[in-house]
């Protein structure tokens, strides 16, 4: 069965760094577009990043520049390397396998002093 489990985010500066992590398992990541998406407090989930099958990638206008998606098909696993944060950036994060509707369970990114 389709799983997607994120590990990563907690507690950031601003101006700092932090990595998220998506481990796929019940199918071949490489095979699929997967996507990150942000949900702050109060608002609608959004997009932030999508990477396809064949690297391309795409990312939010509140991002670019600072976020990049990669994927190690090796560990059947997707990757946010978020630079450069902003309180803004504060959100619960969430990987999706577009194909099926699969979500994980998210996991929570906190930028403050």
């Known amino acids: 069965q389709v799983q997607l489990v994120e590990t990563g985010g907690g507690l950031a500066q601003p101006g700092g760094s932090s990595r998220l992590s998506c481990a796929a398992s019940?199918?071949?990541?490489?095979?699929?577009?997967m996507a990150w998406y942000r949900q702050a407090p109060g608002k609608a989930r959004e997009p932030v990043a999508t990477?396809?099958?064949?690297?391309?990638?795409t990312y939010g206008d509140s991002v670019k520049g600072r976020f990049t998606i990669s994927r190690d098909n090796a560990k059947n696993t997707v990757y946010l390397q978020m630079n450069s944060l902003k309180p803004e950036d504060t959100a619960v994060y969430y990987c999706?396998?577009?194909?099926?509707?699969?979500w994980g369970q998210g996991t929570q990114v906190t930028v403050s002093s």
């Open positions: 019940g199918f071949t990541l490489s095979f699929y577009t």
């Open positions: 999706k396998r577009p194909a099926g509707e699969y």
């Open positions: 990477i396809m099958r064949d690297g391309r990638t």
